[in-house]
Structure formats: structure tokens, C-alpha cells
């Protein structure tokens, strides 16, 4: 079960503060990996990434994947109240299969 | 509008019952898909379909149907309800053909198994 991995599973910060959530994944057959915000209850979608090195961005929201560490970051600098949410990461399998798979994600608490 | 909804959002009902969870989008979308959510916030997919063909079927127990009477509708039907079926389900659609890695998702259904 555990082929992808997020920490912290919780996380509380101060408006204006920076935080940073990592996702590890296991390798075996991986193609890319997803970042997704989950308010309330539906996931919307963020970032995904196929390679290395190279960051995305978007707003104040960013992230990268490290393919030799089998790791991602996502990165959110000067927090909102707004940002409070679950931050989801999955792994995408390659081949003809294309599972998809999730990780428990990481609780944001922005505080005003 | 709302551009992928579901049915019941709330729904709970007794073990070993039958239970079908309807889900529709309005996006033109070619390819819709299920996901299980548990308790702990684990994000399973369950199935995928594109124009009416299942092109993923995870390993899930053959007691879940889903059925898609047209490429607006993906519906979740579950026979026999087991204690470990309570979670929150969501339907989610994507453009194109096959899988997608840009879905959009529906609100959500909480299935309580009493």
C-alpha cells in the first residue's frame, strides 16, 4: 500500500509563512507524479510532473521532482487562509494499465 | 452549472443491501472514472471508462458494478454492502481519449454502512 508517501500528514502555519510538503513514490513503473488540493471535499488538480529537475509553477504554488531521490516537493510561499486544505500527491504507472495512485495526503491549516 | 455532479450525497444504509450512486457530467468529456476515498484519505481509482468501455478496472471485489448508459453518465452500483464499503466516493471526468492525468471531480457521495 504504501507506494506513495506524504509528510508531514499535518502541518499548521501563519498567514505569510512558507511551507513545503514532500511525497515520496515508489519506482517501479513510474511515468509521473500528480499534485492535487483537496477543499472540502473534491480534488482539484495542480501540477504533474514527468521530469526531473525542472519546476512548476503557478501563483505562489510551485513544485519539482527529484527522480533519483524519488521525491517531490511542493512548495507554497506566503500561506493564505485560503491555502488551508488536504494536499494530495499520486503516482502514475506507465504501461497500458495507467494506475493511478494516491497518498494520504497532507492537512494544511493556514491560521489568520 | 455544475460540471460534474453526483447522487445521493449522503447515503446510508444497512448491510447486504443494494445501493446504485449516479454520477453525471455536463463537460463533453469522453472518459469518466470512480474513486474511493477512506477513512485515513486514501485516493483509490476503482474504474475508468471511455465511450462506454472499462479501460481500467482496479482490483476491487466484483460486488461493484459500474455502468454507463451514455459518455454523460457513469454510475456506481454496489450489491451486498459490507461494513468496509463506508467511504466517500467520488466520480471525476477527463477530455480525450483514455486516461488523463487532469480530471475534474465531483463533489463527492459519503456511503455510511450501518
Known amino acids: 500500500e504504501d507506494k506513495v508517501v506524504q509528510s508531514p500528514l499535518s502541518l499548521v502555519v501563519h498567514e505569510g509563512d512558507t511551507v513545503t510538503l514532500n511525497c515520496s513514490y515508489e519506482?517501479?513503473?513510474?511515468?509521473?507524479l500528480l499534485w492535487y488540493k483537496q477543499e472540502k471535499k473534491a480534488p482539484t488538480f495542480l501540477f504533474m510532473l514527468?521530469?526531473?529537475?525542472i519546476e512548476k509553477k503557478s501563483g505562489r504554488l510551485s513544485s519539482i521532482l527529484d527522480k533519483k531521490e524519488l521525491f517531490s516537493i511542493l512548495n507554497i510561499t506566503a500561506t493564505q487562509t485560503g491555502d488551508s486544505a488536504i494536499y494530495l500527491c499520486?503516482?502514475?504507472?506507465?504501461?497500458?494499465?495507467?494506475?493511478?495512485?494516491f497518498g494520504s495526503g497532507t492537512q494544511l491549516t493556514v491560521l489568520p | 452549472d455544475t460540471a460534474v455532479s453526483q447522487t445521493p450525497k449522503y447515503l446510508v444504509t444497512q448491510m447486504g443491501n443494494d445501493k446504485s450512486i449516479k454520477c453525471e457530467q455536463n463537460?463533453?468529456?469522453?472518459?469518466m472514472y470512480w474513486y474511493k476515498q477512506d477513512s485515513k484519505k486514501f485516493l483509490k481509482i476503482m474504474f475508468s471508462?471511455?465511450?462506454?468501455?472499462?479501460?481500467i478496472n482496479e482490483t476491487v471485489p466484483n460486488r461493484f458494478s459500474p455502468k454507463s448508459p451514455d459518455k454523460a453518465h457513469l454510475n456506481l452500483h454496489i450489491n451486498s454492502l459490507e461494513l468496509g464499503d463506508s467511504a466517500v466516493y467520488f466520480c471525476?471526468?477527463?477530455?480525450?481519449?483514455?486516461?488523463?492525468?487532469?480530471?475534474?471531480f465531483g463533489p463527492g457521495t459519503r456511503l455510511t454502512v450501518t
Open positions: 471525476a471526468s477527463s477530455p480525450g481519449q483514455g486516461f488523463s492525468y487532469e480530471q475534474y
Open positions: 519506482v517501479t513503473n513510474f511515468r509521473s
Open positions: 514527468t521530469s526531473s529537475g
Open positions: 499520486a503516482r502514475i504507472s506507465s504501461g497500458s494499465a495507467r494506475q493511478l495512485t
Open positions: 463537460l463533453g468529456h469522453d472518459t
Open positions: 471508462y471511455n465511450n462506454k468501455e472499462l479501460i
